[in-house]
């Protein structure tokens, strides 16, 4: 029985139970067994937009998916990773994103719908173990390069402070990735495109200023004289797509196309390159030069007609596809 001094309960409620802290005023108790949702983990109010993680990526999802990007999942989350400042992994610490996030992430989505790039969306993109500023004006550096990139710092395994040349260096990622791998090496980087020079030296400015940029254009006989007969490595990710190729619309819009299309072969720049490495390595330097997935034979030959160089050897990228070739300077 109550003391006197309560008043008795609604019609329909019974007490708590014993120990048990009665509910707030107006606020109704949980159904029987039901726990209550987590902080911020609750339904959204009647009318209000779901801005749960799990709810807002999987709209992302579905929208990228229908506007045909090709890892809607991967972009989603990247995106989010993005607008909280955090990374992919500790997404999940985020259950809920507030309104002002929210429409942040909603607005680019809207921008990947439209096939912007994702790295011009993020600001950035991971060549091995650097990460680089990219934007218009400068080729976004592609995983495919990867394994290249492998290739070329194993060829420096034995040597102490080596040299390196990177032609066609864009935004300087894989030189700048070079660098970081081998910290005692010096790098050299050539590139002739005043926008994407304009990238590189931003990168190399943030990277602590381990690589020597050159403005040159590899077509010329006379480049970087004061290293000829000298180089250890030269790496190069040349324009190399023929220029009837179909591409993505990110490649299409968000790639300079001096820095993807190669002429009516895509072999327009290789001899060259193939040339300057001849010129630069010393005997016994490495050359590693990436290329189409139609050059299978064509950049291999290429290689072979030269009589400075021997051993070629023709490489698959990440995903199967032939993607680069090798030699050795005699």
Do not use: K
Not at 231 to 247: E, G, K, Q, R, S
Not at 314 to 321: Q, S, V
């Amino acid at each position: 029985m109550p003391p006197r001094s309560a008043a008795p309960p609604p019609d329909g409620a019974g007490p708590p139970p014993d120990g048990a802290a009665p509910p707030p005023d107006g606020a109704a108790p949980p159904p029987d067994g039901a726990a209550p949702p987590p902080d911020g983990a609750g339904p959204p109010p009647d009318g209000a937009a779901d801005t749960s993680l799990r709810a807002l990526l999987g709209e992302a999802e579905r929208e990228l998916a229908a506007a045909g990007v090709a890892s809607p999942r991967f972009d989603a989350e990247s995106l989010a990773a993005h607008v909280l400042g955090v990374s992919r992994g500790h997404l999940l610490l985020h259950p809920r994103l507030d309104p002002a996030a929210a429409e942040a992430l909603r607005a680019l989505v809207d921008r990947r719908t439209a096939r912007e790039p994702l790295q011009h969306l993020l600001g950035t993109a991971v060549l091995g173990p650097v990460e680089v500023a990219v934007g218009p004006g400068v080729f976004t550096p592609r995983p495919e390069t990867e394994l290249l990139l492998e290739w070329g710092v194993a060829q420096l395994r034995d040597l102490t402070s080596p040299l390196v040349v990177d032609l066609c260096t864009g935004s300087g990622a894989l030189a700048l990735a070079i660098a970081a791998m081998r910290p005692d090496a010096v790098v050299h980087a050539v590139e002739l495109d005043p926008h994407a020079l304009a990238w590189a030296r931003r990168n190399v400015a943030s990277h602590g200023g381990r690589v020597v940029l050159h403005a040159g254009d590899v077509r010329a006989p006379d480049l970087l004289p004061g290293l000829a007969g000298r180089v250890d490595l030269v790496v190069c990710n040349p324009p190399y797509v023929p220029d009837a190729t179909p591409v993505a619309p990110e490649v299409r819009t968000g790639d300079p196309a001096v820095a993807v299309f190669g002429g009516a072969d895509g072999l327009v720049i290789i001899p060259a390159v193939a040339a300057r490495a001849a010129t630069l390595l010393r005997s016994g330097g490495a050359f590693a030069v990436e290329h189409d997935d139609t050059h299978a034979d064509a950049v291999p030959a290429l290689l072979r007609a030269r009589s400075e160089l021997h051993g070629v050897e023709e490489h698959a990228d990440l995903n199967g596809r032939p993607r680069f070739a090798t030699a050795h300077r005699r």
